[in-house]
């Protein structure tokens, strides 16, 4: 037995599932998680001292690779000072203006401690701004665990939102309605039926937790032109695309400007790190300058502001870093096509940036309902090769291969001979 198995027997008898987040479990592929000991550049090496290339990257913080030497070397000075004070530190307002520097779209923001909690934090907002109760989401766009977020569609684009998890309340998700990601249409007739009582629309512009899904040309523009249209706010869950398709994040990429923005992931460099920010007339009603209470005993906690500081000034410096990885990555995705195509199998290979997804469809994939369509035993036999040969992927075929400067044109080369031997041997 490896380590990594014993591990999980002692697990699963403490913490439900084994892991303490169900992205962590490997059920779906029929393998048991592996321990992970420690990480460096674009490796991880788990509890029996094997070596991986990491394609998940702590699920996207890692954009600059595992143990970079100034995200550490900050993160050991804060620690030296202390880890936590409950007070206000000048991190929080030099964290706070470099973000306002980098997102044009943001005038103020507030410092959480996940992704989860400035997604509830942004949608409450919306609502105390505009006085109204319903939100719009997308089917397959995930905005975190909060009770009224954990929504399926319906049988149809008219029909309110049901719970997605036993213990929510359908109370909780009577005013989530649902629309297909991609589809306008879907979202009008919503706007049409019940607008004046729709706070925000809340979306990924890259939807990245059905896989990998661009959005169609005129898609965020036209959300951002019907939000405009009856006083709704729109909200971008930049959780995961926030400083990973340049330093303006999707609403740069794209062009389109949110009223209100989340953010994850990469803000914090590796360390528990949410905030939410936008229009000034708006965040101003966040306590105490206004109405809409929320709170953190630990937010902009000195450590974790100091891992963010640093990776995303390391960003803002080099802004070469942005081109040279979503160059790179465009070669890495194509590179994938190609044998795939090669082998004459139907896969859509989908990708923004240093994004993507391999899917096992013939169908290309373009919202929920086509993501489906995908061969999940086929994935999980890919996914298990992967592993053995020492690729770590996401073990679920609904999650994205995350790319980081660590992720050399060697390290890449090593990858494709790997899939290629697989798909074509």
Known sequence: MTRSELLFEEAVKVIPGGVNSPVRAFGSVGATPRFIKKATGAYLYDEDGKKYIDYIGSWGPMILGHG???????????????????????????????????????????????????VMS???????????????????CYHGHSDGLLVKAGSGVMTAGVPDSLGVSAGCTQDTLSADYNNLESVKEHFIRCGEEIAAVIVEPVAANMGVVSPAPGFLEGLRSICDDYGALLIFDEVITGFRLGIDGAQGYYNVTPDLTTFGKIIGGGMPVGAYGG??????????????????TLSGNPVAMAAGMAQLTILKDHPEYYQNLNESADRFFQNIQKILKKANLPFQVNHVGSLGCIYFTEQKVTDYESAKTSDTKQFAEYWRAMLDQGIYLAPSQFEAIFLSLAHTEAVQRETLEIIEKYFLH
Do not use: H, W
Not at 106 to 114: G, H, I, Q, Y
Not at 123 to 136: D, E, M, P, S
């Open 68 to 118: 970079q030497e100034e995200v550490l070397e900050s993160v050991l000075e804060s620690c030296r000072d202390g880890l936590s004070f409950g007070a206000a530190t000048a991190r929080e307002v030099e964290m706070a203006k470099l973000v306002c520097e980098l997102i044009p779209s943001v005038e103020m923001v507030r410092m959480v401690n996940s992704g989860t909690e400035a």
């Open 122 to 140: 942004a949608i409450r907002l919306a609502r105390g701004y505009t006085r109204r109760n319903k939100i719009i989401k997308f089917t397959g």
């Open 279 to 296: 229009r000034r007339e708006v965040m101003e009603l966040v306590s105490p300058a206004g109405g809409v209470y929320q709170a953190g």
